[in-house]
Structures are given as structure tokens and as C-alpha cells.
């Protein structure tokens, strides 16, 4: 430091040497205070210089520094001595970096300080400073120093010795929390862009006040100091935290600072139950609605599969969205993640994929029909399930109606998870033409009985037709869906029962599979999404005709009505000659009756109505060849004749030719002529010869 030279008032004039009578300096002064142990004289000193120069409306820098130095001397006086109220203000008021004084306390720098790292002080006080290196060092000294060896057996293990190390310990720490507070509180006012002093020193303040807090159980204190701009290393609060079990102003101190990684990692310990802190009310909530909002990929994958374990249903619409134009690998290892994680979630994703996403790759439609079949399985195997699904056919077997068995079973069913399985199993299995069929009716083979609609549906896929229409006609008794299996080509559920399973029981998605996805400029009508793009041809539709006829036929006598009714409604697909060669000749002729009417009455009405087409197509004809006769007539015509084999050719004359076998008889030549020699040929025609040939052109365009 600069020293500061007083001014003299008063010279003596000597015979050799000139004297000046010159004053103390306030440092001389306050030193020799200090040595004299006079600290409350030396702090008065120092207080009236400060209120001098307070006064003035220009500091004098030399005089600032005159008067830091002497604070920090008496600060540090009152530091070695355990004076800590007082050595925090002197200290404060002598404007000490807050570096010099924290470096007493290890137990909370850690490492804040580097050795390359050096901080400013004045050369007389860093020379006075106390030389321990802790307060605990400090404090022990002092204790040494003042009572001992009056305190038995010592001053460390003496039980008045040791409250009192801790009442001085509390003092210090009290002490260094209010002069780094004080020091920040000052920052802002001098220094609010943090840029005057090097970084390395709010890192200090900020930090260590941090811990402070946290010690001292001021968790309001340490949140405003969260929210205000600061310079927190996380690495050294971090673990002071969690100790306190501060998650809370942890999860705020991540959230200020942007720290998602760690900021969900705490989310997730305490919504695990890992960690608990009642301040943080919903965790699990806060990680979805934090997902959401950053909409971060990576985030989503890493935690999505994660929270699949804690609440599947929000997790699988967070891992879904905004997955439109994702690649396939990509779903696939998600898929992979999410299986591992909770199985069940799983299945939730690869629906996504398979029924909103209309992915088309077999293998998931594989996997799909899988884990429906196990499920469908897993029903069937609890008791209760499987009792009520044999009353269901059994009922419907002796009901004699005409609704299909799936509507029935929709209908009456009470509703239940089970319910829901087997609806989504039935409706997946139709829809879908993706997945292995084979497997899939090995594993139904065994439950024909109370499966038998699934079965079915297999069996129409693998184009076993007879066999599918056996099973809905003799073992379920289902005659609707046996007839709509003709009409639709091999199909067992139509889309329209389909779509209305989808709006009654909120299986919409499952029910879109059985039309191709409609784009958003279409209309979004319940026509336009049961408009098909596949097509039966009717040759098609006679043949699983005729296959149901022989099953209702092989049924006996006792299928008789609904062969009745059978050759009622679809005699058009069926020949009459196949039909009573099908008939066993001991059914009654009541039976055939209606359908023998129907076909004769239809074969005569297409007989007649083609004798009336044919007519009028001759009608058309005549009238036709009369219109044009005049036309031809006055434009002429080539005739061709046959030649006689007599060799007269040469001997034709006139406008005769020999062209090929024939005679080609120039008849406009001749027409030209006549005209001429009638005299009606008018001015505007125009005779052409091209290769000896002859044309003429009037008003009626060139012949």
C-alpha cells in the first residue's frame, strides 16, 4: 500500500538541519492501538476518520485505503482474539475480499480455491493475519491461550471447553454468513453485472452463503438466493442438498440453471420414492408436463421408457406424439426399450404403431396378433370367463336369430376387460392381412367350441372356405355371418359391424383397419369410411354360395329351412341344374319351390328380354340403312364383280377395269358424265385425276 505522509504545520530551523513537527498517521496510530490491545480505541479512531471522510463530497482514494486497512487490521485483531461480531464488521467495513476470510473455513471452499489463484491484500495485513490455517485451529488456540491449564484434564476434552469450542464455532460461522450476505447485498448496488470483480470471487460468495444456508436451516433465504442472478457452482451445493434433503429448491436450482438431465433424475428418485420431500407434490406429474413443453426427442425416449413403470397410459401418448415420420429402426428399438420395461406398455405402443400409425410391416402385425391370441387365452383359461362365454353360444344357439353371433355377444355381454380382449382379438383377426394365419389357428384349434367365431375367421383366411362356413353354420350356429361370408368373398365380420362395435365400445382404431385411411381433404362420413376398396366378383360370391348350400345340406333334413331360405335369397348365384342335382330326393318339394319359381320366372324374363333387345337392334338397323341409302346413292359407289374365266378382260370398254379377281366399275365417273350430259353441273366443280382416277368436289365437301 501506498503510505499516506502527513502534512506539517511546524518547521524548526536548526543551525544543520531544518525539523518538521509532524503528526501520527492514523495507520501509526491504530498499530500502536492495536499492540497496546486498545481495540476499542483503535475502532473509535477508525469510525471518526470513516465519518471524515464519508463528509467529503470527493474521496480521497489514498485516504480509502488508509482506511480499509486499518478495518482489516482491527478485523483481523478481533478474528485471531474470537471477537467474530465484531471482526465480521471491521472486516466488512474495511472492504476485505471475502476469499481471505472464507479460506478459515475448509469445510466449506472444498474446491472453490486453486493454488494458481491469488487474491489482493494489503502487505501489513496479509503480514498480521492469523497464522492457523482453520477457525477450528483459531478457536483451540484461544481456548489454549485463556484457560490453560486451568481446565482439567485440558482444554480439548474439558466438557466446559468443548461446549464453549462449539458456542465459538457457532459464533464464527454466524459471523461469516452475515459478512458474505452484507458483501452480496453490497454487490448488487456497486456491481450488478457481476463483471468488476473476477468471477472466481461470486463464485466463492455465492456458493459458500449457499451452504450456509443450508446449514443453518434458512431455506427461504437460500430460494431467493436461487431465484436472484448468482454464480452457484452446482458441484459443491449439490451434495449439501441432498444431505439436508432440499429437493425442491434442488429441483428449482436445475430448472433456473437448464439442467434437464438432472432435473428429471430428481423427479424420477422421488417419484420412485427413493427420495421424499412433501414439497414436491407430484413429481411424476411434473416430469410429464415438463416432457411435453420441452418436446426434447432424446429426453422423451430416455425418460418415456422409464415412466412407462410408473403410468403407462401417459407415458405411451408422450413417447407417441409427434412420432409421425419416424423410421422404422427407430420404432423398433423403442419397442424393444418399452418390452423390456413393462411389458404391457408395450403392447399400448406397438397398437400405435400398428393401428394409428398403420404401420405396415408384418413382423409387428405378427407380434400384434400374438400377444392378442395370449390374451384371449389368458381369458379363457379364469373359469368365470369361460363359463359365461359356453352359456353365450349355448344361448345363442336355441335363440333362432338373426343377428349375427357378434352383435349378440356385444350386446348382452356385460362389460369387462375380458370383453374388450376378445372384441379387439376378433376385429384385428379379420382386419389385418399381415400376420401368420397358421400359427394362429394351431393355438385356436383346441378352443373350437368356445373360439369358434376366431376360428372361423382363420379359416376364411387361409381360404379354407368350407371348413369356415362349417364352423359358423354347425358348432355356432350363425347363419348371418355364414350368408354375409359368401357376399363379402370370405370375410366373417363386415366393416359396417365392424365400425359400430368401434363407436359403442371406443375401438374405433381397431375398427379403421378394415378400410384404408382416408386423407383430410376427404369427407370423414360414416359412407366414406365404410366405402372398400375390394370388390367380389360374382363368380366368387357363386361359389361360396354353392359351398353353403352343401353345408346347410349336409346338416340333414333339419337344415332344410335355412336351405329354403338360402336358395330364396340368393338363387341368382345359383344354377338350377346344381341345385337339384344337391338336393337329397326325400326333402319335401316346399323347399325347392320358391327357389324354382324365382329361377324359371327369371330365366323367362331374360329370354324375353333379349328377343326385345334384339329387335330393336334390328329396328335401329333398318332405320339406319334407310337414312343412308339416298346419301350413297348420290355420292356413288365402287362395285366390285367377279370375272369370268373366259379371258375377255381386254375386251371390257368404258370405264371397266380389271382390278384383281373383279371388275371395278367407276360408277362417279359415270354419275359425272350424266350430269354433264343433263346439263347440271354446276360451276364449282373441279375435276382431279390422281393416278388416272377421277374426283369431283361441290358444295357437299370433296368426294
Sequence with gaps: MKSSTSRSNVLVLGSNAVYSLLPSTLIAQVEALLDAHRIEDAVDMADQQRRKVEAQLTVDEEEADELRYVYQRIGFQCFAETLFDDAGRHLFHGELDPRALISYYPEYYDSLFHLDESIDLF????????????????????????????????????????????????????????????????????????????????????????????????????????????????????????????????????????????????????????????????????????????????????????????????????????????????????????????????????????????????????????????????????????????????????????????????????DSDSKRTRLKTILFLQASELYDVEPIRTRLQDYEKLLSLELSIVEGKLGHDRSALSILVHTLHDSSSAEAYCTLGGEVVPAKTAQSLGERFSLQSWAALFVPPVSAGKAKSSAAFMKRQKSVSEERKRELTRILLEVYMSGGEAMSGRTAQLLAAQGMNLDVVDVLSLIPPEWPLRVLSSFLERSFRRTLHTRHEGQIIKSIAASENLAVAERTWLILREQGAIVEEAVDDDGEDDEKSGSEKAVGLGLELDEKTALLNARVEEGKVRENVVDVEPEGRMFYSDNSGLT
Design 123 to 414: 502487505s501489513g495485513v496479509a503480514e498480521r493475519m492469523p497464522t492457523e490455517e482453520s477457525i477450528d485451529d483459531i478457536i483451540a488456540a484461544n481456548l489454549v491461550r485463556n484457560y490453560s491449564p486451568h481446565l482439567a484434564p485440558n482444554t480439548r476434552t474439558a466438557p466446559p471447553a468443548v461446549e464453549l469450542r462449539a458456542v465459538l464455532k457457532m459464533a464464527a460461522t454466524d459471523m461469516l454468513r452475515s459478512f458474505l450476505r452484507k458483501w452480496r447485498r453490497k454487490r448488487r448496488l456497486d456491481d450488478p453485472g457481476g463483471t468488476i470483480k473476477p468471477k472466481a470471487l461470486y463464485q466463492a460468495v455465492d456458493t459458500v452463503l449457499a451452504r450456509l444456508y443450508v446449514e443453518s436451516d434458512e431455506k427461504s433465504e437460500l430460494l431467493i438466493l436461487i431465484h436472484e442472478p448468482n454464480d452457484i457452482l452446482m458441484s459443491e451445493v449439490e451434495p449439501a442438498l441432498v444431505t439436508a434433503k432440499w429437493f425442491n429448491a434442488l429441483c428449482q436450482l436445475y430448472q433456473i440453471r437448464g439442467e434437464d438431465a438432472k432435473l428429471l433424475d430428481v423427479w424420477s428418485r422421488l417419484a420412485a420414492g427413493e427420495w421424499i420431500d412433501p414439497e414436491v407434490e407430484d413429481p411424476l406429474s411434473n416430469m410429464f408436463t415438463f416432457l411435453n413443453e420441452k418436446k426434447d426427442r432424446a429426453l422423451i425416449r430416455q425418460w418415456g421408457v422409464w415412466l412407462t413403470k410408473q403410468d403407462s397410459e401417459r407415458a405411451i401418448k408422450l413417447l407417441t406424439s409427434g412420432r409421425k415420420h419416424n423410421r422404422q429402426e427407430d420404432d423398433f428399438a423403442l419397442l424393444q426399450q418399452i418390452q423390456e420395461s413393462n411389458p404391457a406398455a408395450a403392447l399400448q405402443f406397438l397398437e400405435h404403431l400398428v393401428l394409428r400409425k398403420r404401420s405396415q410391416n408384418a413382423a409387428l402385425h405378427v407380434q400384434l396378433a400374438t400377444l392378442y391370441v395370449d390374451q384371449l387365452l389368458s381369458c379363457v383359461s379364469d373359469e368365470a370367463t369361460s363359463k359365461l362365454w359356453r352359456a353365450k353360444v349355448s344361448s345363442y344357439s336355441s335363440s333362432q336369430t338373426n343377428v349375427p353371433f357378434l352383435s349378440y355377444f356385444a350386446s348382452t355381454t356385460p
